[in-house]
């Protein structure tokens, strides 16, 4: 008997499609399926939280936060600030905002549970006046009237977890980046209703909305300062700073609003307030307070930890 | 966003790199083949009787790991479900190089062939096979040498 091995075509045991066609369909595919449910999710999850009511939310707030650096006369100018925008803005009943100065030098500001706001020392001793002030109060305090912190929690919980239930392969750990990136569509959503609530609260204070825009100048300023170029829009939890500009211009044309106004000027002990909070701020941060850099990015915290 | 640019990096690298392997790879198997046909590995288990062949065993072992490109292909691949085809030429080259490995010791025996051949898969990724994803391929058989003519 003879043995030999005949010769075998090839391709048989090789499926003939090519690899990137075969990666542009799946990825392609499971692309649009986590975006899709993840902004479902994410409706869904800010909705739901947006039903907790504010009394509840406010024992969640992240009480380590809430030393404030401020004196007394600094306090009660912002409080008084707030209450006259809050006026504006037709708050709630029952929802009270509570403003916090904090003396670092980091540059930001922002909304979180149970109607807090923290204000950084670095930001507001760059503000030219009131009304870049009132502009950025507002913007704050539109996003607790919108209830934005805690439904940015149910989203961000949402998102997280239809992301973690589908990938739990750490290959495909890169497509939870379109979760995530779904998520900030949902924050930079906010902060343009936020920008437009704010302006109007400032419009309807002061009659004009000249010096508003200047917040965005301040923050564009201290970007290019600090050398950070500002991520492309998909990749940014707010809107372009130039974009924010226009929206206001815009917003203004539409409703007929003075662009231009003389500016309230800030109190003129502003600047020994400034002071006196990085003191106090220092002091503590001689104790056993947390190093100022641990303090600025909890983990917890709603994703508005950005200036504006 | 940095993350998002090293995966592409990596998987455009795994892609061109695993591309040029593959191609370079199955031309050595198809000219290597084209050489040992002449010595027949044979699934039977009942070798012929005459002459008198010596025995022995010859083994041949190929360990492949997968290239970040064809492990992300595989791991979509699992979200729908399907053939993961990706692994299909990878593996088809781990069994071919295995044959060839062992042909060849069957050879450097002076073998005239290999009788009851046989594969054997390993996983070696035990239990992290979600970051490393390699196999053994073993192929082994009874290698049949002609007696010696005095």
């Known amino acids: 008997m003879k043995y030999r091995n005949p010769r075998i075509p090839e391709g048989i045991n090789v499926s003939d499609s090519h690899p990137l066609k075969e990666l542009l369909i799946l990825a392609g595919g499971a692309l649009l399926l986590l975006v899709l449910l993840s902004w479902l999710l994410g409706q869904f999850g800010g909705r739901l939280a947006r039903l907790l009511p504010f009394e509840k939310e406010a024992a969640m707030a992240p009480v380590s936060l809430l030393r404030s650096d401020a004196g007394s006369d600094l306090q009660v100018y912002l409080d008084r600030l707030g209450d006259r925008l809050g006026e504006q803005m037709d708050l709630p009943d029952g929802m009270l905002i509570h403003f916090h100065v904090n003396g670092n030098e980091t540059f930001n500001a922002f909304a979180t549970l149970g109607g807090n706001i923290l204000l950084y020392r670095g930001l507001l001793e760059r503000l030219p006046h009131e009304n870049a002030l009132a502009m950025l109060l507002a913007h704050e305090m539109a996003h607790i009237a919108h209830r934005d912190p805690i439904a940015g929690i149910g989203q961000g919980l949402a998102i997280q977890g239809l992301i973690g239930l589908l990938l739990g392969d750490p290959n495909l750990a890169v497509l939870g980046s379109a979760g995530i990136y779904t998520q900030l569509h949902y924050t930079r959503e906010m902060e343009r209703s936020a920008d437009a609530a704010a302006l109007n609260a400032v419009h309807d204070l002061y009659g004009h909305i000249g010096g508003a825009e200047d917040l965005f100048r301040v923050i564009r300023a201290q970007r290019e300062y600090s050398g950070d170029s500002e991520m492309p829009a998909i990749f940014s939890s707010h809107p372009l700073d130039a974009q924010r500009l226009e929206a206001i211009a815009e917003l203004a044309q539409e409703r007929g609003w003075t662009t231009t106004g003389e500016a309230t000027p800030l109190p003129l002990e502003f600047g020994r307030w400034m002071a006196e909070a990085t003191a106090r701020a220092t002091d503590a941060a001689g104790g056993d307070e947390p190093e100022p850099g641990e303090a600025t990015s909890p983990s917890y915290l709603p994703p508005h930890p950005h200036p504006g | ?150």
């Open chain 2, 1 to 150: 966003m940095y993350s998002l640019i090293l995966f592409l990096v990596l998987l455009s690298l795994g892609y061109f790199i695993g591309q040029i392997a593959e191609r370079r790879h199955y031309r050595s198997i198809l000219e290597r083949e084209e050489r040992l046909n002449s010595l027949p590995a044979i699934a039977s288990r009942h070798p012929p009787t005459e002459p008198h062949y010596h025995q022995a065993l010859v083994t041949g072992s190929t360990v492949v790991s997968v290239d970040y490109f064809k492990r992300f292909l595989a791991a979509l691949r699992n979200l729908f479900g399907g053939r993961v085809t990706s692994y299909e030429s990878l593996l088809d080259r781990a069994r071919r190089e295995s044959l060839l490995r062992m042909k060849q010791q069957a050879k450097a025996l002076g073998a005239a062939m290999v009788f009851n051949v046989k594969y054997e898969t390993a996983s070696i990724s035990k239990g992290r096979g979600k970051t490393i994803g390699s196999v053994e391929i073993l192929a082994y058989g009874t290698a049949l040498i002609p007696p010696r003519v005095r």
